[in-house]
């Protein structure tokens, strides 16, 4: 008996150990937000541009840097997939959370130093419409043109996935304006099937990373996709034209990215430098269903024609944690955020689809 109940005091202590893998320090929440106005500023002022390609990535040794938090039944279960954007010499950060039953709502919090982050109590999206209910509103990505908000973020009914907009001029109100790719056709690549079939989904949409510069022929583009990644463009960043099937702007080519590609964080136009994510079936060294980040390089000036210039053949970020190789799902990175802030490049990412963490590098001299 002794012997058994000190086995189960050891076990404990290991419990105890893994918990503590959560950071210590309390979430910091508040019930206000600093007041973004039309004169707000973006980027930061020392902003350099990369070129290709934008290496040297690090994890930040204290991810994750925002946890769930159980006081607030919105975001008490995960918390994860971040955008990011600068204004005002500030960073703010758009997430997902997750109550207990898997609702998703947005978040917002803001940094002056790029790591620590200060939460607004409420969440700025939540599920109300019935092509959100009872999945909820999953994965924003935030640019600003014009002195406004455009976020693209997924509306889950429970069975379709929709790429939806909404826009705000100060992050905390936003206007939703319904899904923009209704009819969009997109594939499920069945790798685990045999004759690796491409079985058509109709009506589902995910992942819309907008690039907030106009291309020359006045248009806005924005890459998106949940197998392939395609492309849209817009004159007024509302309404879009999509292609229905033909030829993806950029289909599978490396090991790490053979059963889906999804975009990346939105914004930056950075010289092409175009940050992604995507899925390994399992051969080249990477684990089957492993999600890792990428990057391609985009030629801006003749954008609309396909495919990308060149692209990295390994990941720039991969699962590496106990938070990333397992979590609510296993073996995952998922980047939607990267801003260059005080002389720093600072990626935000999800790790295992249930905590948020950063990987920094230097601007290139
Ligand atoms: C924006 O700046 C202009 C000119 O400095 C000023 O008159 C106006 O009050 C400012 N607006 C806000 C909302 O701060
Ligand atoms: C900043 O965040 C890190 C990582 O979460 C944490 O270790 C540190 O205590 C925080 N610092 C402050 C001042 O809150
Ligand atoms: C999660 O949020 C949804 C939407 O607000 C709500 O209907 C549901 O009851 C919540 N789940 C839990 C376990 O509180
Ligand atoms: C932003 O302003 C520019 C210059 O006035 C204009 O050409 C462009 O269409 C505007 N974009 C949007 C999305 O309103
Ligand atoms: C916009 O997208 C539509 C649908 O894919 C396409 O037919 C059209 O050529 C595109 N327009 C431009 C200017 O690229
Ligand atoms: C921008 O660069 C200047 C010159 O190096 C520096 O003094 C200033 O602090 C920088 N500003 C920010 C916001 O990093």
Known sequence: MILKSSILQVLLWGLQGAIALSPRAPPQSSSRVPRITPNSTNGDVNYTAPYFPLLGFEQYAGNPILSPNPKHNWESAYLYNPTAIVVDDTVWMLYRAQNKSKTSSVGLAWSKNGINFTRYDKPVLYPTEPYEIPGGCEDPRVVRVNGTFYMTYTGYDGIAARLCLATSTDLVHWEKHGPILPDTLDVVYDWQNPLNTYTPRKGWSKSGSILNEAQSDGTYRMIYGDSFLYQANSTDLIHWNYPQGGLPYAAHLNPWEQAIMESGPPGNQDQG?????????????????QYSTGQMLLDIARFPNGP??????????????VHEVTGQVDNVVFTEGLVQYHGKWFMYFGQGDAFLGVATAPVQP
């Open 273 to 289: 430098c175009y940050v992604y994510n995507g899925v390994a079936t399992g051969p080249g060294g990477y684990t089957s269903t």
């Open 308 to 321: 990308p210039v060149a692209r990295l053949e390994t990941p720039i970020l991969q699962p590496t944690s």
